[in-house]
């Protein structure tokens, strides 16, 4: 494969994980303005939303033009499905954000009960996610596949953590009937980081294939 070829790959790389970075920003941001009851954060959030949808457009477009202009092959057509992968899941990620602040905005103005987002673990478990993305974006950036090789076990513990919020949740509901609109978004937000932690996982098997050759599955 040329030089110029590669030359341009590493360019729309650190774009792509330019575009990684924003979106797992935004995860962290909206749930912090989750924590912290700030409508302000939450909206920041979901003024990135369109930087996120231009930058997946504009990405997208410039893998399919790499692959017409220069028909990659081997390990260097790995790399660019690998970043098609990223993109995708980034954008997910990003939106499922944007989605956690629209709850923000719309339920901050009732401060009861404004301790129970902690009480459910939802910080906890978001920390263990953008962390799971995180080290599959370093993955992504390093070729250093010691970041991903337990992917498998800390996706079982946000599984199960998600089970024990949505149990604790059902709790608090059947014990004061007034959370029950509050705490079904924080389920829902649970499931959201779920869907983040699935995607960081989709994320390091197209990483491994892109440095291996080797197709692997992450449950």
């Known amino acids: 494969m040329s030089e110029k070829f590669h030359i341009e790959m590493e360019a729309t790389k650190a774009r792509v994980l ?7 920003g935004m995860l962290e941001d909206a749930v912090l303005a989750l924590s912290e009851n700030d409508p302000q954060r939450a909206e ?5 939303k369109k930087e996120l949808s231009d930058q997946t457009n504009m990405l997208e477009d410039e893998m399919y033009r790499l692959i017409a202009l220069y028909q990659p092959m081997a390990k260097d057509m790995r790399m ?4 098609l992968r990223l993109i995708s899941s980034s954008e997910r990620i990003g ?3 944007k989605d956690i602040a629209n709850v923000v905005l719309s339920t901050y103005s009732d401060r009861r009960f404004d301790d129970l987002v902690k009480a459910l673990s939802i910080p906890h478990m978001a920390s263990l996610v953008t962390g799971m993305i995180r080290d599959s974006l370093k993955a ?15 996706d079982d513990v946000v ?21 029950i609109t509050k705490c079904t978004n924080y389920l829902i937000i649970a499931r959201y980081l779920e869907r983040c932690g699935d995607h960081a ?3 390091a098997e197209k990483v491994t294939y892109m440095v291996t050759g080797d197709r692997i599955e992450i449950r």
Do not use: W
Not at 18 to 24: Q, S, T
Not at 140 to 154: G, K, W
């Open 159 to 179: 599984d199960a953590l998600r089970h024990t919020i949505f149990r604790d949740g059902i709790t608090y509901m059947m014990e004061d009937p007034r959370i």
């Open 80 to 83: 660019i499905a690998c970043s």
């Open 95 to 97: 939106r499922y954000g």
């Open 140 to 154: 992504y950036e390093t070729e250093d596949l010691p970041l991903i090789a337990h992917h498998s076990a800390r």
């Open 44 to 48: 920041a959030v979901r003024m990135r």
């Open 18 to 24: 330019e575009m990684g970075y924003l979106a797992v």
């Open 201 to 203: 996982c989709k994320i």
